[in-house]
């Protein structure tokens, strides 16, 4: 009887330990997934289960499968800071996420803190691999990047306008108007109106006067679609001919739902359209049948769990401290968005930031379209 009792206690032993052993590895996807900019949640959201369910179809992560779990931080950091502990409560290893930057920032330090790697596919505020933290990456490019082009363009194509620069106080919008401002004023153009505005407002009718009253010729504007499309809607309402240029941060065609005819030669930067790399053929396919478009930032995300994957293999091993080294020291990874490696920082070696215009495309509808 003692043999047998001892023998029952080694075998749930063991059980125990082989289920911990080959626990599924948690994966967190945090971002705006109710909201105003519930699109972009979405975004990761899909992009993030393609891929864990193209990768564990294929075996999983070492023979370990992968479980999403969802954090829906509303694009605000507090909440996305509550998100972050949950995620540390749930046992998560990674975190796919967050879409805004003053959201990704203050949750890194709460991943750090608790082992957890962080690849936002979304937030571009420099800050956030700035910091010399161990576990912070990110499958896009950098406001300063970013700002670069921008700026760029206005100083080349726009000689003599006048130009009204216009962010939404946040740390990605200002971040972003900022650095495309500091490109343009460093190659000799002035803006004659630099605005701050409170995003949730619904009436831009007192800025829009004060662009008419100034004859501006093209606004810059950082910040996300929801914003932007109110305003070129009021500009083309008060006669404002203007043509707009904003970022990454409006790059869904909620756009022209918001803004109507309006959003036609809105300017936009972004990185070439990853829908159209030949990596990402079946998985658009994939995305496509099941009736959900993989624009913007979608396959951001599923590249992010691609190269978490391939790391962890690379490493021998998912502690996250050990694919984070290995993110940086093995790459480049062959990705649906092509091959990404990682600096020191965990930022992307191959910025690629180009300009897009908005118009109507062959199905009569607006999107946007790169230049």
């Given at each position: 009887?003692?043999?047998?009792?001892?023998?029952?206690?080694?075998?749930?032993?063991?059980?125990?330990?082989s289920?911990?052993?080959?626990?599924?590895?948690?994966?967190?996807?945090g971002g705006?997934?109710?909201?105003?900019?519930?699109?972009?949640?979405?975004q990761l959201?899909?992009?993030?289960e393609q891929?864990?369910?193209?990768?564990?179809?294929?075996?999983g992560?070492?023979?370990?499968?992968?479980?999403?779990?969802l954090?829906?931080?509303?694009?605000?950091a507090?909440?996305?800071?509550s998100?972050?502990?949950?995620?540390?409560?749930?046992?998560?290893?990674?975190?796919?996420?967050?879409?805004?930057?003053?959201?990704?920032?203050?949750?890194s330090?709460?991943?750090?803190?608790?082992?957890?790697?962080?690849?936002?596919?979304?937030?571009?505020?420099?800050?956030?691999?700035?910091?010399g933290?161990?576990?912070t990456?990110?499958t896009?490019?950098?406001d300063?990047?970013q700002?670069?082009?921008?700026?760029?363009?206005?100083?080349?194509?726009?000689?003599?306008?006048?130009?009204?620069?216009?962010?939404?106080k946040?740390?990605?919008g200002?971040?972003l108007?900022?650095?495309?401002?500091?490109?343009?004023?460093?190659?000799g153009?002035?803006?004659?109106?630099?605005?701050?505005?409170t995003?949730?407002?619904?009436?831009?009718?007192?800025?829009?006067?004060k662009?008419?009253?100034?004859?501006?010729?093209?606004?810059?504007?950082?910040?996300?679609?929801?914003?932007?499309?109110?305003?070129l809607?009021?500009m083309a309402?008060?006669?404002v001919?203007?043509?707009?240029m904003?970022?990454?941060?409006?790059?869904?065609?909620?756009?022209?739902?918001?803004?109507?005819?309006?959003?036609?030669?809105?300017?936009?930067?972004?990185?070439?359209?990853?829908?159209?790399n030949?990596n990402a053929?079946?998985v658009v396919?994939?995305?496509?049948?099941?009736?959900?478009?993989?624009e913007?930032?979608t396959?951001y995300?599923?590249?992010?769990l691609?190269?978490?994957a391939?790391?962890?293999?690379?490493?021998?091993?998912?502690d996250?401290?050990?694919?984070?080294?290995?993110?940086k020291?093995?790459?480049p990874?062959?990705?649906?968005?092509?091959?990404i490696?990682?600096?020191a920082?965990?930022?992307i070696?191959?910025?690629?930031y180009?300009?897009?215009?908005?118009?109507?495309?062959?199905?009569?509808?607006?999107?946007?379209?790169?230049?």
């Open positions: 009887m003692k043999k047998s009792l001892l023998s029952a206690v080694a075998l749930t032993a063991m059980v125990a330990f289920g911990t052993a080959w626990a599924d590895i948690i994966v967190g996807v705006p997934l109710t909201g105003p900019n519930a699109a972009f949640g979405a959201q899909k992009g993030a891929a864990a369910a193209d990768i564990n179809a294929a075996g992560i070492n023979g370990e499968k992968i479980k999403i779990v954090g829906d931080d509303v694009s605000d507090k909440q996305g800071v998100v972050a502990n949950k995620f540390v409560a749930d046992g998560v290893k990674y975190v796919i996420g967050h879409f805004n930057s003053g959201v990704s920032i203050p949750a330090d709460v991943y750090a803190e608790n082992g957890i790697l962080q690849i936002t596919p979304a937030s571009t505020n420099p800050k956030f691999t700035e910091r933290m161990w576990n990456f990110r896009c490019g950098r300063d990047q700002g670069a082009v921008a700026g760029k363009y206005i100083a080349e194509k726009f000689k003599g306008v006048k130009v009204a620069v216009v962010h939404d946040t740390p990605y200002q971040g108007a900022d650095e495309t401002k500091k490109a343009m004023n460093g190659l153009v002035k803006e004659v109106i630099y605005e701050g505005i995003p949730g407002e619904k009436d831009y009718s007192a800025l829009i006067a662009m008419k009253e100034a004859g501006v010729g093209i606004v810059y504007y950082g910040g996300l679609h929801t914003e932007a499309g109110l305003i809607r009021q309402d008060q006669g001919k203007a043509p707009m904003s970022g990454d941060g409006i790059t869904s065609n909620e756009l022209a739902s918001i803004a109507g005819d309006a959003v036609n030669g809105t300017l936009m930067t972004f990185p070439p359209d990853p829908r159209n030949p053929k079946d396919k994939k995305f496509r049948d099941a009736g959900f478009e993989p913007a930032y396959l995300s599923y590249a992010a691609q190269i978490i391939d790391a962890a293999k690379a490493a021998g091993s998912t996250a401290e050990k694919v984070a080294e290995t993110m020291a093995k790459g990874f062959t990705t649906v968005i092509g091959s490696g990682f600096d920082k965990g930022d070696t191959r910025p690629d180009v300009m897009y215009t908005w118009k109507k495309g062959p199905d009569g509808k607006y999107s946007y379209f790169e230049n």
